[in-house]
């Protein structure tokens, strides 16, 4: 046999539960560990059932902790309950443990139950996500939905030929609800068509030319005044009350 093998396997090894690593630390774990290769051993005198004889020398020997800490992790130990401690009168050197197995079990098998029920609440956000992803409507849809918000100036066809131009993104992130971004935009349609005034002004027309979007509305609130587009070749295209 491999002798890397022999090393890593067995009595030559710490096998730690990554859980209680994770929990309780380190020391208080391999403390552990030895504590219940005491017990599996079975050798050592016992005081009553379970309780196994152990001694911090032998444990610091096999896991090169300090005494100090040895202690320290046996009195965690202690108070998280995961074992019970009988000290030999006058040699605190000398001790007896009963390792309580099913307080352990419920730790891991808890700190188990959490960490799926969090995958499985992730699992299903993600599900959502993806049910929700984001579907663009159709030129028939956004005009239904425009009349159904009040709209005469034809703002769904601008509303639609705009987001398709720039991937359906609201600034920079892409649209989630396209009702409230039409929403949105009525609004703010409406919004600039009561700042228009009521007459032909031939200088805002002009001011207009590089915003087609507000050029149509203006145009169209001169319609619904009764203004009416009219062209000759010394004037040009131009605005005259009915």
Known sequence: MNISKILLSGEQSFILNKTLVKKFGLDATIVLHELSQTEKKGLTKIIQTDYYLNQLKNISENTTLSIKKIKTAINKLYRLKFIDVVVEKEKEEKFYVKIL??????????????????????????????RKKFIKPTKKILNKYFNELGDKDNNSLMFYNYYESNGWKVGRNPMKCWKSAAQNWFKRSQKSINNLPDYYDKSLENSLQNDQKKLLQYHKHLQKKGWTKSYSPTAGTTWKKK
């Open 101 to 130: 197995h099913d307080n352990i079990t419920n730790v891991i098998f808890d700190n188990y139950t959490r960490k799926t029920n969090k995958q499985i609440k992730q699992k299903s956000n993600n599900i959502t996500a993806k």
